[in-house]
């Protein structure tokens, strides 16, 4: 299971919001621990495309949240990015240029704006499976 | 002094799960053939039919993309890291970069 603490959940959707129309994108580090991955770190990234229907992390940014990770022993756990004018679900696009099967992909839907959806996804070997995760607080963690 | 390749998640089960490992060539053309003889199949990966990188693989040399120095002729040096990244993209419709 994946577990998120809500302020990164929050940074995340404010990211989205601050970002629309326009597609934000970006990385989620932390732990793994048997069936257990916790996220501890997010990096948003400089959507390259600043497109409205697609992203293209910013390969300079790209490689720096690469090496941050690893001198901090973290796992790429979540590879998040919004969509603004539709459902919270992997686009064919998203499906064909998902290169990381071992990644949870994060989609933040803004279709109803002021209510983000947020749903997790596999997805290996163009086979789409939605993720549970769940979302921790200070008091709960 | 052997040259660092950092290898990325998609790539580690190549590499036995290795993230880095160590190699001797000295330019990006080298390596590549290199990497293909000692991982079979990593070359398939990183490059298309023609065997040239595909687009949606990012190697840098050092901190910089091999594409703004020499492509696959750029020169490495021992002591030098390589890095490995595919891309990350999609999105919501069909943009122009992620028409393949």
Same mark, same amino acid.
């Given at each position: 299971? =994946?577990?998120?603490?809500?302020?990164?959940?929050?940074?995340?959707?404010?990211?989205?919001?601050? =970002?629309?129309?326009?597609?934000?994108?970006?990385?989620?580090?932390?732990?793994?621990?048997?069936?257990?991955?916790?996220?501890?770190?997010?990096?948003?990234? &400089?959507? %390259?495309?600043?497109?409205?229907?697609?992203?293209?992390?910013?390969?300079? %940014?790209?490689?720096?949240?690469? &090496?941050?990770?690893?001198?901090? &022993?973290?796992?790429?756990?979540?590879?998040?990015?919004?969509? +603004?004018? +539709?459902?919270?679900?992997?686009?064919?696009?998203?499906?064909?240029?998902?290169?990381? $099967?071992?990644?949870?992909?994060?989609?933040?839907? =803004?279709?109803?704006?002021?209510? $983000?959806?947020? &749903?997790?996804?596999?997805?290996?070997?163009?086979?789409?499976?939605?993720? %549970?995760?769940?979302? +921790? +607080?200070?008091?709960?963690? | 002094?052997? #040259?660092?390749?950092?290898?990325?998640?998609?790539?580690?089960?190549?590499?036995? !799960?290795?993230?880095? #490992?160590?190699?001797? @060539?000295?330019?990006?053309?080298?390596?590549?053939?290199?990497?293909? @003889?000692?991982?079979? !199949?990593?070359?398939?990966?990183?490059?298309?039919?023609?065997?040239?990188?595909?687009?949606?693989?990012?190697?840098?040399?050092?901190?910089? *993309?091999?594409?703004?120095? *020499?492509?696959?002729?750029?020169?490495?040096? *021992? !002591?030098?890291?390589?890095?490995?990244?595919?891309?990350?993209? !999609?999105?919501?419709?069909?943009?122009?970069?992620?028409?393949?």
């Amino acid at each position: 299971m =994946l577990h998120i603490p809500q302020s990164i959940i929050d940074e995340m959707t404010a990211h989205a919001m601050s =970002l629309s129309p326009v597609e934000c994108c970006g990385i989620m580090g932390g732990t793994t621990s048997g069936d257990d991955a916790h996220v501890t770190h997010i990096y948003p990234i &400089k959507n %390259e495309d600043h497109s409205i229907v697609s992203y293209f992390m910013d390969p300079k %940014e790209l490689l720096w949240v690469h &090496k941050n990770m690893r001198s901090n &022993k973290l796992d790429l756990l979540v590879i998040y990015h919004s969509h +603004t004018h +539709t459902q919270a679900y992997p686009s064919a696009t998203d499906v064909r240029l998902a290169f990381y $099967p071992d990644a949870h992909y994060m989609i933040v839907s =803004l279709e109803v704006k002021d209510q $983000p959806d947020i &749903k997790a996804f596999r997805i290996v070997k163009g086979n789409i499976n939605q993720d %549970e995760f769940s979302v +921790t +607080t200070p008091s709960a963690s | 002094m052997p #040259i660092n390749i950092r290898i990325p998640p998609p790539l580690l089960p190549l590499t036995g !799960g290795k993230s880095e #490992i160590e190699g001797t @060539s000295s330019s990006i053309a080298g390596l590549l053939e290199e990497l293909e @003889s000692n991982y079979p !199949g990593m070359k398939e990966r990183l490059c298309d039919d023609q065997g040239e990188l595909r687009r949606f693989v990012n190697v840098y040399l050092n901190e910089e *993309d091999i594409r703004f120095l *020499d492509g696959k002729d750029t020169k490495i040096n *021992d !002591g030098d890291e390589v890095s490995i990244i595919p891309a990350i993209a !999609g999105g919501s419709g069909e943009g122009l970069r992620c028409q393949v």
